[in-house]
C-alpha cells in the first residue's frame, strides 16, 4: 500500500472543505441573491388583434399616420382602431409581402415571389418583376430596393421618377428615413461615403467588408454595425467600440439609435439586444419572448419614440414609454410588493408577502430571516437601523414582542403589528389595535404588547379590528392619527375627531403626510383632504384626477406629487397631471407604494406583481403623442350621408362621425366637442346632435389619450335650412297670396313700360350723340385744309372732287344718324366714301369684303358703328407707324343669326397706342357704341361683343383686331 503522507492528506482534506464551501456557497447564493427578470413596456399585435398574420417582415408609416405591415401571408394596414388586410385575392400578386416602404401617398410593397407593386388611392399598380427581392427604403424620393437575401449580395437602386434601373459596383449600406431623408452609405476601401462624398475613415481594427450597416446618430454621429460588435463614430471623431460577446460571430444587420441613448440592434440570426446606457440586454427577454423566436426586423418611428420589433411567430411589439422599466423578483412567494424604502447608503429595501429583499447595484438579494414572516407592512431606517412591522407565524420567538439581527452590519427590528413613525431620533410613535403610544427609541426595542399602557389616544375606535393606519406628531406637538374610523387629533390634554361629519376624514384613512410648506395632506379611501391656512379642503378628484383609493405621497426633487393609487400612479405637476397604470407601461396597475431615489432621479414603484422603475429626468423629456383627430362624415338620423363641403342641409338632427388614432391605447381616448363656443362637452366618437336651432352653426371636436394634449379638428361651418313653412316669403305669400299676385303683375307691367320708354329715351340720346360723334373735328378741319391746299395748288380738278366727295359723306352721315339701323349695303357705301377721302390724304391701302351669303339690300346693321373703329385704326394705328399702312374690313356671317365684323390694321398695336393717344374723341366715340350694344343687349335679349386683340408675329406686334359680333335680325 502506497503511503500517504501528511501534505496529501492536508489537501485531501482541503479539496472537500472547499466542495462543502462551495456547495455551502450556491445553497446560500441560490437561496438570497435572486435573479430579476427586467421588461420594456409593449403593446403586442398579431393575428388575435386582426393582424394578417403572426410572421411579420417589415412596417412603415405613411404621412397619413398610418401603419402598414409586410407579412408572410398578406398586407396588413392599422390606422389605430383596427387592422385592414389585403391578400392576392384584393390585388396583390403574391401574399408573401417581405419589405415596405412609403413615398407620399403611395406604399410600395416588395412580393417575395412577384416582385415590386405599389398601392396608391385604394389600388394596386405592379411596377416591376424580380425574383427575392427584399428590402425597400425612400431615400429623398429615390427608392431603393436589394435583392437576395443579404445586403452585401448583389444590389440595385430604382429611381422611381425616371424608371430605369442604377446598378452599383459596391454593397449600399442603408440608413433609415428621416425628418430630412438621408441617400444611401457606401463602403471603399478605408472610407465611408454618404452620397458621393467621403464621409468618415472607418475605425483601423475594423475590416471594410466587415462593415454590416450604417446608420445616423441622432445627436449627429454614425454607427456601424459589424460582427460581433457595433461602432459609435462620435461628432468630435471620437470612435467608441461595443463589443457583444454573446453575438460572437454574428452579424448586425440593423442598428438604431434612439433620443435616448439607447442603441437597438438586429442580427442576421433572428437575434437583437439593446445598449441601455451601457447595460446590454437582450430584446427577447426584454418582451418576455421565447429564445426560439426570430426578430424579423426593428424600426424607430422617431415622431412618437416608439421602436417596434418584429417576429417570426408573434406578430409586432411596440416598446413604448423609454423611461419605464419593470423588474420580476424570481424565487419569491409572490410579487406583491408592499413597502419600499431607500437607505442612507441609497440601497432599495422592498418588502414583500413574506420576504425582504435588497436592490444594490442592479442586484435583487433576498434578506434571511431567522423566522418565517408574513407580509411586511412598513418600515423605516433610524440611526443607521432599519425597523420593519410584519406578522409573524411563529410568534413565540418574540419573548418581548420584537426580534433583532443583523443585515450587513445593519440591525433589524422586526415587530409585530406594530405600526410606528419616528418624531425624532429618540423618540417614537407606536402603534397597536385603537391605541397609539409614545415610546423612546430603546424601549421600543425591547418594547412587549403586554406592557402598553398610559396611551395617548385610546378609544377612538369601536373595535380593535379598526387598527390605526398612519398617524403624525406635527412640530407643534400636535398629533393626527387615522385608522379605519376616521382621522383624530391630539393636543396636551384635548383631543377628538377632526371632521364628525365629513365622508372623506370620517372614512377609512390610508396615511397622514406633512409637507415643507406646512399643508397637511391625508389619504383616504374615499378621496383626499388638505389642511392648509387652518381650513380643510377635501375632494373625491384632485386637479381633475380621481384620488379615491391613494395609498401613498412622495414628493420628487422637483416638487411634484407622485399618488399611488389602487388603479395606478398619479403625478401632479404645477396644473398638469399625469396617469400610469399596466395600460401605459407600469408591470401592474395595483400601485401599494412608491420610494423616491434622488441620487438616480427615478421614482420606484411598488404593485402586485412586481415592480416599475421611472426615470424621472427621460420623463421629463418625453413629449406624450397627440391622438390624430378628423370629423369623418356627417349623417341624418335617417342614415343619408351629407357632404362636409355641403353649404345647407336639410334637417337639424345630425350625427358627427370623429374618427380619432392613438396606436397604443385606442380605449383611453376621450372626445369633447364645442358647439358654437358653448362650454366643451364629453361625447365619444359618434356625437348626437338632435334638434338643432336651425341657421349658422360652428362645431369643433378635440380627443385625446392618457398625458397628452388635445387633439383639436379643424371648424366645421354648418347651416341648417329652415323648413319651409317657417320662411318668412311661404308666411308672406300664405296671407297675401291673392291681393299680391294682381300687385305684383300690375307692377310688372308698369316697371316693363317704364323700361322700354327709359331704353327708347336713351337710345334717342346716343343717336345725338352719335351724329356728334361722327363728324370728328379734326376730320372737318383736315378735310377743309386738303380741300385749300388743292386750290392753292390750282389742283381745281382735285379739289372738286374731294370737296363733292366730302359733301356727300356729310350728307350720308346726317342721313345715318336719323336711324338706329341701316341697311348693309348703305353702310358699305358710306365706309368706302370714308376710307377714300382718308387715302387721299394719308395715301394707305384698304380693302372691304363681305360675305357672299349675306343679302347687303335686306341685312340691316346698327348705324354709324363700324366707322370709329376704322378711324381708330388709321390715327392711332397706322399713322404712328410711319410705313405703308393697311386695312382690312371684312364682315361675315359664322353662325344662322350671328354677323362678325372684323377691322385689321397693321399699325403700331394696343399697347404702343395707348401711350401715344392724345384725342379724345375718338375713345369717346367708341364709349358711345358701348353704351349702344349695352343697350341693344337690354332691349333684344342678346349678347353682343367687341373685342380688341394685338397681333403679334412671333415677338413682334404686327397690328391690332378688332372683332364686333351682332345678332342678325335682332335691331
Not at 440601497?347 to 435583487?364: D, P, Q, Y
Not at 387615522?482 to 375627531?497: A, E, I, P, S, V
Not at 401632479?572 to 397604470?581: H, L, Q, R
Amino acid at each position: 500500500m502506497k503511503k500517504v503522507t501528511l501534505q496529501q492528506r492536508i489537501g485531501r482534506w482541503t479539496g472537500f472543505f472547499v466542495q462543502i464551501l462551495s456547495i455551502v456557497l450556491f445553497f446560500v447564493i441560490t437561496q438570497f441573491t435572486h435573479a430579476q427578470t427586467l421588461t420594456l413596456p409593449y403593446r403586442r399585435y398579431d393575428v388575435e388583434q386582426g393582424m394578417a398574420s403572426s410572421d411579420v417582415f417589415a412596417m412603415t408609416k405613411n404621412r397619413e399616420e398610418v401603419l402598414w405591415f409586410a407579412t408572410d401571408n398578406g398586407l396588413s394596414r392599422f390606422d389605430g382602431l383596427r387592422f385592414r388586410n389585403y391578400f392576392t385575392e384584393n390585388g396583390l400578386v403574391d401574399n408573401m409581402t417581405v419589405a415596405i416602404e412609403s413615398l407620399n401617398d403611395t406604399v410600395f410593397i416588395s412580393c417575395y415571389r412577384k416582385g415590386i407593386q405599389k398601392f396608391y388611392k385604394n389600388h394596386f399598380d405592379t411596377m416591376v418583376y424580380k425574383t427575392r427581392m427584399n428590402y425597400i427604403q425612400n431615400n429623398n424620393n429615390e427608392l431603393i430596393f436589394a435583392f437576395a437575401s443579404t445586403l452585401d449580395s448583389s444590389l440595385a437602386s430604382f429611381q422611381y421618377q425616371k424608371g430605369a434601373y442604377i446598378k452599383n459596383t459596391s454593397p449600399l449600406l442603408f440608413s433609415p428615413p428621416r425628418s430630412n431623408p438621408t441617400a444611401y452609405y457606401k463602403v471603399k476601401g478605408r472610407f465611408i461615403y454618404k452620397n458621393q462624398t467621403v464621409l468618415r475613415e472607418i475605425p483601423k481594427d475594423l475590416e471594410a467588408k466587415n462593415v454590416v450597416c450604417v446608420d445616423e446618430d441622432t445627436e449627429g454621429g454614425v454607427l456601424i454595425g459589424s460582427v460581433g460588435a457595433y461602432y459609435i463614430l462620435t461628432r468630435d471623431n471620437q470612435t467608441i467600440k461595443r463589443v457583444i460577446p454573446e453575438l460572437k460571430g454574428t452579424r448586425i444587420f440593423k442598428i438604431v439609435k434612439d433620443k435616448y441613448s439607447r442603441v437597438w440592434c438586429k442580427t442576421n440570426t433572428g437575434e437583437a439586444f439593446v445598449d441601455m446606457n451601457g447595460q446590454i440586454k437582450d430584446i427577447k427577454s426584454l418582451l418576455d419572448l421565447d429564445k426560439t423566436v426570430k426578430i424579423r426586423h426593428i424600426f424607430y418611428d422617431e415622431d412618437t419614440d416608439n421602436l417596434w420589433v418584429l417576429t417570426n411567430t408573434n406578430g409586432a411589439y411596440c416598446v413604448y414609454n423609454p423611461f419605464i422599466l419593470n423588474y420580476n423578483i424570481s424565487n419569491l412567494t409572490n410579487n406583491t410588493i408592499s413597502i419600499l424604502q431607500f437607505d442612507t447608503q441609497n440601497r432599495l429595501w422592498i418588502g414583500t408577502s413574506g420576504a425582504l429583499v435588497v436592490h444594490e447595484k442592479g442586484v435583487f438579494e433576498k434578506v434571511p430571516f431567522p423566522f418565517e414572516a408574513n407580509t411586511i407592512s412598513r418600515m423605516q431606517f433610524q440611526d443607521n437601523a432599519v425597523y420593519i412591522q410584519t406578522s409573524l407565524k411563529q410568534s413565540s420567538l418574540l419573548e418581548n414582542g420584537a426580534f433583532l439581527w443583523f443585515y450587513k452590519n445593519m440591525p433589524i427590528y422586526a415587530h409585530l403589528h406594530l405600526p410606528f413613525s419616528f418624531i425624532d431620533a429618540k423618540n417614537i410613535l407606536t402603534a397597536y389595535g385603537d391605541t397609539l403610544k409614545r415610546e423612546s427609541n430603546q424601549q421600543l426595542r425591547r418594547f412587549s404588547i403586554s406592557r402598553l399602557q398610559d396611551s395617548l389616544l385610546r378609544g377612538f375606535f369601536n373595535t380593535s379590528a379598526n387598527r390605526i393606519n398612519g398617524f403624525l406628531m406635527r412640530p407643534n406637538d400636535t398629533l393626527w392619527a387615522g385608522g379605519y374610523n376616521g382621522l383624530n387629533w391630539q393636543k396636551g390634554d384635548k383631543w377628538g375627531k377632526v371632521s364628525p361629519n365629513s365622508t372623506i376624514l370620517n372614512g377609512i384613512i390610508n396615511g397622514v403626510f406633512s409637507l415643507s410648506d406646512g399643508q397637511i395632506v391625508v389619504l383616504a379611501e374615499k378621496g383626499i383632504a388638505i389642511f392648509k391656512n387652518n381650513v380643510w379642503f377635501e375632494s373625491e378628484s384632485y386637479k381633475g384626477r380621481d384620488v379615491r383609493k391613494s395609498r401613498t405621497l412622495v414628493i420628487d426633487g422637483k416638487g411634484r406629487w407622485w399618488l399611488a393609487t389602487a388603479n395606478g400612479v398619479l403625478v401632479f405637476e404645477g396644473e398638469k397631471s399625469y396617469f400610469f397604470d399596466k395600460s401605459n407601461g407600469l408591470v401592474n396597475s395595483k400601485v401599494n407604494t412608491l420610494a423616491y431615489d434622488a441620487q438616480n432621479n427615478a421614482m420606484w414603484v411598488g404593485t402586485n406583481n412586481g415592480i416599475s422603475r421611472i426615470d424621472i429626468t427621460l420623463f421629463e423629456k418625453y413629449i406624450f403623442q397627440k391622438p390624430t383627430i378628423f370629423i369623418d362624415k356627417i349623417s341624418g338620423f335617417d342614415g343619408k350621408i351629407y357632404s362636409l363641403s355641403m353649404a345647407k342641409l336639410p334637417t337639424n338632427n345630425l350625427i358627427i362621425h370623429l374618427i380619432a388614432q392613438d396606436y397604443l391605447n385606442p380605449q383611453s381616448l376621450i372626445y369633447e366637442y364645442q358647439l358654437d363656443n358653448n362650454p366643451w362637452t364629453q361625447t365619444d366618437s359618434t356625437l348626437t346632435l338632435p334638434s338643432l336651432s336651425y341657421g349658422n352653426h360652428t362645431i369643433i371636436a378635440r380627443a385625446k389619450i392618457e398625458n397628452s394634449d388635445w387633439a383639436t379638428t379643424d371648424p366645421l361651418s354648418i347651416y341648417v335650412q329652415y323648413p319651409v313653412y317657417m320662411r318668412w316669403w311661404f308666411i308672406g305669400l300664405g296671407l297675401m297670396a291673392a291681393s299680391s299676385l294682381v300687385y305684383w303683375r300690375i307692377k310688372q307691367l308698369k316697371k316693363q313700360n317704364e323700361e322700354k320708354l327709359a331704353y327708347q329715351t336713351q337710345i334717342t340720346e346716343l343717336k345725338q350723340q352719335g351724329l356728334a360723334a361722327m363728324m370728328n373735328p379734326h376730320f372737318i378741319f383736315n378735310s377743309l385744309n386738303s380741300i385749300q391746299y388743292f386750290v392753292n395748288s390750282n389742283d381745281l380738278l382735285q379739289a372738286n372732287e374731294y370737296l363733292a366727295q366730302f359733301g356727300k359723306l356729310i350728307r350720308y352721315n346726317l342721313e345715318a344718324s336719323m336711324h338706329t339701323t341701316i341697311m348693309l349695303e348703305e353702310e358699305l357705301k358710306r365706309l368706302e366714301l370714308y376710307l377714300s377721302l382718308e387715302k387721299m390724304r394719308f395715301n394707305f391701302d384698304y380693302t372691304l369684303s363681305v360675305d357672299a351669303n349675306l343679302d347687303k339690300n335686306t341685312l340691316e346693321i346698327p348705324s354709324m358703328l363700324i366707322q370709329p373703329f376704322i378711324e381708330n385704326a388709321i390715327w392711332h394705328g397706322i399713322l404712328p407707324s410711319k410705313k405703308q399702312g393697311e386695312i382690312q374690313v371684312l364682315i361675315v356671317k359664322e353662325n344662322d343669326n350671328q354677323l362678325v365684323i372684323s377691322i385689321e390694321d397693321n399699325g403700331i398695336g394696343l399697347e404702343e397706342s395707348k401711350k401715344l393717344k392724345q384725342s379724345n374723341h375718338i375713345a369717346r366715340s367708341l364709349q358711345i357704341i358701348n353704351e349702344r350694344i349695352h343697350i341693344l343687349n337690354k332691349a333684344t335679349k342678346v349678347g353682343n361683343a367687341v373685342v380688341f386683340k394685338e397681333l403679334k408675329d412671333g415677338e413682334k406686334v404686327a397690328g391690332t383686331l378688332v372683332r364686333i359680333e351682332l345678332w342678325q335680325g335682332k335691331f
